[in-house]
């Protein structure tokens, strides 16, 4: 009988893990939860989850399939991946081929298998998405964060790239892209895109370009940077952003027929870890993917809805004094608080971690501080996800004023109350 039932075994962690905090994301809408539970009123801007429903088509598709049990190829479902390519075809000018097409619970995932398979350093602009650097600190590679300027719409610039490639120009690198950009919105312009692919091919970059948000392009008008540089870079996707789903899982990375000794080896390395992605929702995905009217016409409600109020509330802070870039896609905004500098240190303010603590306890409402996304702790930025709002009633109201109507004060407290009275909130709070 074991006498010292309340004994604990040595604590033996992997250094890699060792202070590893929970995702930013994560534990931000854990917490709102937690004081929504306690009665307290949360305005929800840290989570970046989509507010729109899944299409109903895309939702019937998965009724369909609920029977489907059986373990499908670790590479996807080869419905799903012919519909995939296709689709990069029709509508980003990628030459892909069903063989390219890797599928996977979720692009976070393939993301971490993908820097566990490829050996080399990781590459990423700041601000960032908050999981690629923890990502690689869990592995063990190391990390190369390049800061970007407001100036230049928080994108990395050619020369940046440059100018770190030139300092061993034969060093293995993985180059993370995310545009249209968590946490900022914005995006890149075709002539950008075309630079720093010259770049990358000078120097062998393999590029990750997470397009996760090209579908909710405001004026869907997204522009991949593959065709500019097929045989490197790897083009990463999904359902969670444009299709509302993120709770399926499903992630998508198409390879250049050049890595796909890559391709193979993640899928190995699959075998041994997801083994499949789930059979109803990659069956399900193929309905998505194949698009058609019905999803032609919530994307385009969606980006009417994201595009109006993303501006909006733009406005609203760039007119209190922050200063911030107008979103060209996705659902975030990036606002640099330094103009209250003077007025936040007076409160014992000093850092973005401080502001965001502060503002989620006087006010309620939740956003990260850029020290989370990379940029320098004493740099007053957060990130603001404007999504707590019923996506399904927005969609409906939008879809009945036209298309040339602008998004009155009415309009906007009707139907996004919960972000206005957000935004309002951070502005009084900023400038008492």
């Given amino acids: 009988m074991n006498k010292h039932k309340d004994h604990i075994l040595d604590v033996h962690i992997n250094p890699n893990v060792s202070g590893l905090k929970p995702s930013a994301t994560v534990a931000i809408n854990d917490l709102s939860n937690e004081l929504k539970r306690d009665g307290k009123k949360i305005f929800k801007m840290g989570l970046g989850q989509s507010p729109f429903p899944v299409p109903e088509c895309v939702v019937e598709a998965l009724r369909e399939n609920a029977h489907q049990k059986d373990y499908l190829p670790v590479k996807g479902l ?38 566990l398979t490829y050996f080399g350093d990781l590459v990423i602009p700041a601000p960032s998405w908050v999981s690629y650097a923890p990502q690689a600190k869990i592995i063990g ?13 928080w994108h990395l610039t050619p020369e940046d790239l440059e100018e770190r490639c030139t300092l061993d120009p034969g060093r293995p690198r993985l180059l993370i892209l995310n545009y249209p950009l ?30 996760i948000y090209g579908k909710i392009h405001h004026d869907g008008a997204h ?26 899982r499903l992630g998508v990375f198409v390879f250049p027929r050049s890595l796909r000794w890559l391709l193979k080896a993640m899928a190995a390395v699959g075998t041994e870890t997801f083994t499949s992605t789930s059979a109803p929702i990659q069956y399900a995905a193929v309905r998505a993917f194949q698009e058609g009217p019905e999803i032609d016409a919530y994307l385009k409600k969606s980006r ?11 406005r609203r ?42 503002l989620l306890e006087d006010t309620g409402v939740a956003f990260l501080p850029g020290s989370d996304f990379g940029r320098s702790p004493e740099e007053l930025t957060a990130r603001l996800a404007y999504v707590d709002f019923n996506g399904k009633e927005a969609l409906e109201a939008v879809g009945s004023i036209s298309e040339d109507h602008p998004f009155d004060e009415n309009f906007l407290k009707t139907y996004f109350g919960k972000v206005i009275e957000a935004i309002d909130r951070i502005n009084e709070w900023m400038t008492r």
């Fill in 317 to 358: 802070l760039d007119e209190a004094g922050a200063r911030v870039r107008y979103p060209q896609g996705g659902f975030y905004l990036f606002p640099d608080f330094s103009a209250f500098r003077g007025k936040l240190e007076a409160r014992g303010i000093k850092t973005s971690a401080d502001m965001s603590r502060r």
């Fill in 182 to 211: 968590n946490p900022t919105g914005t995006t890149m312009s075709k002539a950008r895109l075309e630079k720093l692919a010259q770049v990358a091919d000078r120097y062998r970059v393999v590029l990750l370009s997470d397009e």
């Fill in 304 to 314: 009417r809805v994201l595009k109006g109020l993303g501006n909006a509330i733009a």
């Fill in 78 to 115: 080869r419905e799903l991946q012919e519909a995939v390519a296709e689709h990069h075809r029709r509508n980003f000018g990628i030459d892909a081929d069903p063989d390219d097409v890797l599928i996977g619970p979720g692009s976070k995932e393939l993301m971490f298998v993908l820097q």
């Fill in 223 to 248: 522009q991949s940077i593959v065709p500019f540089y097929p045989e490197g870079t790897i083009f990463s996707g999904g359902l969670s952003k444009w299709c509302g789903a993120g709770g399926w």
């Fill in 141 to 153: 590679r190391h990390i190369q964060f390049l800061p970007t300027q407001f100036e230049n719409d």
